[in-house]
């Protein structure tokens, strides 16, 4: 399974980059012309075994907006115009292939955390979920898709965070990583792309 699914990351991920690419090269001017700073949002996460990394992702907010918080909350101001639009269809998270491509991530996987919500997993649950490698997305990206809305609605989003969304969140990585199989995998990849092209 591990070899298997590895080498169709590498393979899926570079046929990826080569087609995007172009399209990628359109996102990045957009960016720059929307707002002054990098295109790559670049953020330490845990990756397989604790490892730390830094991801990939097209730059969605103002420059040195996490200085005010983790978490996405609904509406948030610091998105910017065009990064509200790559959000909303997960164009923001395309450059993740290179991670894919590199080893760091998966295709199908949990959702790598910050440090600071990693400190929150269980002694129990933090050895299963950190066993596999991190992927772009996973079921529980798909449960918890409308999770900034959530976030909105709660009167302490960081506390809603830790207490109910993660908890729900382990849960679905630790069950996915002792289940996954390729066929799960294949399964998981067609449901995000259904949601992607009816959103």
């Known amino acids: 399974m591990c070899r298997m699914k590895r080498a169709f990351d590498v393979l899926a991920s570079a046929l990826g980059l080569a087609l995007l690419w172009l399209p990628g090269l359109v996102v990045a001017a957009l960016i720059r012309w929307d707002s002054p700073g990098p295109v790559f949002f670049r953020q330490e996460r845990v990756g397989r075994f604790g490892r730390p990394f830094r991801i990939h992702k097209f730059r969605t907010m103002r420059v040195n907006a996490e200085q005010a918080g983790q978490l996405t909350v609904g509406a948030d101001a610091r998105i910017t115009r065009i990064g509200a639009f790559l959000r909303a269809h997960r164009l923001d998270e395309l450059p993740q292939l290179i ?52 976030l ?24 996915y990583a002792q289940h996954a199989s390729f066929v799960t995998d294949v399964g998981v990849l067609l449901r995000t792309l259904k949601v992607l092209v009816t959103r």
């Open 99 to 150: 991670d894919v491509f590199l080893g760091d991530m998966s295709l199908v996987g949990p959702r790598p955390e910050v440090p600071r919500y990693v400190a929150h997993y269980p002694a129990a649950l933090r050895d299963v979920v950190l066993s596999v490698r991190p992927g772009i997305t996973d079921p529980a990206s798909l449960r918890f898709r409308n999770e900034s809305e959530q």
């Open 152 to 175: 909105a609605a709660a009167a302490d989003p960081e506390r809603e965070y830790i207490e109910v969304i993660l908890p729900a969140k382990l849960a679905c990585a630790a069950d």
